[in-house]
């Protein structure tokens, strides 16, 4: 890879050429398309108070807004992110475009990637946001983007029905707008997240629903309005926390966190563990209370919760017991073996559910290939199909070769 020694370099353009160079070595970029559009938009002029370096790092973001509690509410997003999502819609000459949450500079990606046939809607929830990328698409040049000050829960049903809708804030379910405001060849691109996890996933239309091309993992501020997540989460003790989005799973923090102080219960699955998101993925979408278990360093370090549990693990509830996944350095499966770690008066159980899908994962799943992802809108089958999560306007389910 080009190392690029940025201290004697502070010109622009010559940061913008070594970026996109290097988005082409990291997969960012794939396409000569997208390759034209990250060299001719000025990028620094969307992030006019950030160090000329940050606006033009490959993987880090630019702050622009934050709520009450200092945390994210508004960024421009990482140029390797929005290369992946950019190269996942495939947008073509004369396309209309939507874009879900603005900040200017991908509004213009878009619209040097559309042409001067094509057209480019931007929504923002936020007036200081809609305002800040109306100045900064008029500075570089890019008059000709629509700028919307609206919850794009609703779309932008203005200018529908869209070539593509490309969504930039982590969405907890697919609207119905979303859906309808797409032409019948039209794709709809959304860091989609399930069971705590966000990917962002491109999906074409499938009969009255969405079947995914791709996804990849993304990480992205969260929707706000109409469409913001559902989500509950318990605190079980400082630096412990388990979350969950499905109604049906008892979240009993007192009970759980007594549970821990049980012995643990150490089960090994004699499976091979490797591709953590892949396995992820099927575990939350086949253990049948899903949850996940979040633990801060110090806890880890203290040995009261495996170190899987750091960026947080899919967990097995149950209203006084507790199971997650773990793993061993293990020659005999190829580096490491999976196991369960399990707490509370059904741990037992707990432990013998979670193995043996780990040991189904290993024998059916393992390294065939991505899943395919689908989105049914309406009304959810009652009992919920397994390996499906119930959102609220429709059910998302995953599944493999
Ligand atoms: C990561 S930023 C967008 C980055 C931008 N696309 C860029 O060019 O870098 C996410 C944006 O989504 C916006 N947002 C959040 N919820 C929204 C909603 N319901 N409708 C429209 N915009 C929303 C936020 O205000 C924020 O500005």
Same mark, same amino acid.
């Given at each position: ?33 997208? !390759? $034209? #559009?990250?060299?001719?938009? %000025? ?10 370096? +940050?606006?033009?790092? *490959? ?109 930039? !804030? $982590? #969405?907890?379910?697919?609207? %119905? ?10 794709? +709809?691109?959304?860091? *989609? ?209």
């Amino acid at each position: 890879m080009t190392a690029i020694d940025h201290s004697s370099v502070r010109d622009p353009n010559v940061l913008r050429a070594d970026m996109v160079r290097a988005l082409r070595e990291q997969d960012g970029i794939k396409s000569e398309p997208v !390759a $034209a #559009a990250f060299a001719a938009v %000025p990028r620094h002029r969307f992030a006019p108070d950030a160090p000329l370096e +940050l606006a033009y790092d *490959l993987h880090r973001t630019v702050p622009v807004k934050k709520d009450e509690h200092g945390l994210d509410i508004s960024v421009m997003s990482a140029a390797h992110l929005q290369a992946v999502m950019l190269e996942q819609a495939g947008v073509e000459p004369g396309m209309k475009v939507l874009e879900i949450g603005s900040g200017g500079v991908n509004a213009a990606y878009l619209q040097e990637l559309v042409g001067p046939e094509g057209e480019v809607t931007t929504v923002d929830i936020d007036g200081d946001i809609i305002d800040r990328a109306r100045q900064c698409l008029d500075d570089a040049g890019y008059t000709k983007v629509k700028t919307v000050l609206a919850d794009g829960e609703t779309g932008v049903p203005d200018g529908a029905p869209y070539d593509r809708v490309i969504v930039t !804030a $982590a #969405a907890w379910d697919i609207p %119905p707008s979303w859906i309808s405001g797409l032409t019948k060849t039209g794709r +709809l691109v959304v860091p *989609l997240t399930v069971c705590g996890t966000t990917r962002s996933i491109a999906f074409d239309r499938d009969r009255d629903g969405l079947i995914s091309r791709s996804y990849s993992l993304a990480h992205f501020v969260p929707m706000q309005g109409e469409g913001a997540a559902e989500e509950r989460k318990v605190m079980l003790r400082e630096g412990v926390a388990v979350q969950t989005d499905d109604v049906r799973v008892p979240l009993n923090a007192q009970a759980l966190n007594h549970a821990l102080d049980t012995p643990r219960l150490e089960r090994w699955s004699g499976a091979a563990y490797d591709l953590p998101d892949e396995l992820e993925l099927f575990l939350t979408l086949s253990l049948p209370s899903p949850a996940r278990l979040h633990a801060a360093k110090d806890v880890v370090g203290r040995g009261l919760v495996e170190a899987s549990a750091l960026y947080g693990v899919p967990a097995l509830v149950r209203e006084d017991s507790i199971a997650y996944r773990t793993r061993r350095a293990n020659d005999d499966t190829g580096g490491f073996e999976s196991g369960v770690i399990a707490h509370g008066p059904q741990a037992e159980d707990l432990a013998d559910q979670y193995a043996d899908l780990l040991r189904r994962w290993a024998k059916d799943h393992r390294r065939r290939g991505a899943a395919t992802f689908r989105y049914l809108p309406g009304p959810a089958p009652s009992p919920l199909p397994q390996g499906a999560v119930l959102k609220r306007h429709g059910i998302v389910t995953a599944s493999w070769n």
